[in-house]
Nanobody, 123 residues
Framework: QVQLVESGGGSVEAGGSLRLSCAAS????????LGWFRQAPGKEREFVAA????????YYSDSVKGRFAISIDNAEKTQYLQMNSLKPDDTAVYYC????????????????WGQGTQVTVSS
């Protein structure tokens, strides 16, 4: 089992950057696929980024590709989401997630979830 705690959210102007962190506890952190989702007001939770169990392949939604980057520090059991060139449409609560495979994580199946952190981008 994995427990996840996000940090690093906040408010930023359009064009700015933020880095989200997600610290994990649990012995098997390195075996999980990891990723990020977000949920804007009035909308469903949507996939943002993921990295495979072997840390070889990354996945991004079209809306963030080229602007966001997921990274992992296995020694610290922490995953990061670097967000650059932020837009008002990126405003949402961001959730980190851990899953058995990247495909299942991206579909939201059997994920462990963090509590969420608010990101607000002003124009």
């Amino acid at each position: 089992q994995v427990q996840l705690v996000e940090s690093g959210g906040g408010s930023v102007e359009a064009g700015g950057s933020l880095r989200l962190s997600c610290a994990a506890s649990g012995r098997t952190f390195s075996s999980y696929a990891l990723g990020w989702f977000r949920q804007a007001p009035g909308k469903e939770r949507e996939f943002v980024a993921a990295i495979s169990n072997m840390r070889i392949r990354t996945y991004y939604s079209d809306s963030v590709k080229g602007r966001f980057a997921i990274s992992i520090d296995n020694a610290e059991k922490t995953q990061y989401l670097q967000m650059n060139s932020l837009k008002p449409d990126d405003t949402a609560v961001y959730y980190c997630a851990a899953g058995t495979t990247a495909d299942r994580l991206r579909r939201g199946e059997d994920n462990y979830w963090g509590q969420g952190t608010q990101v607000t981008v002003s124009s």
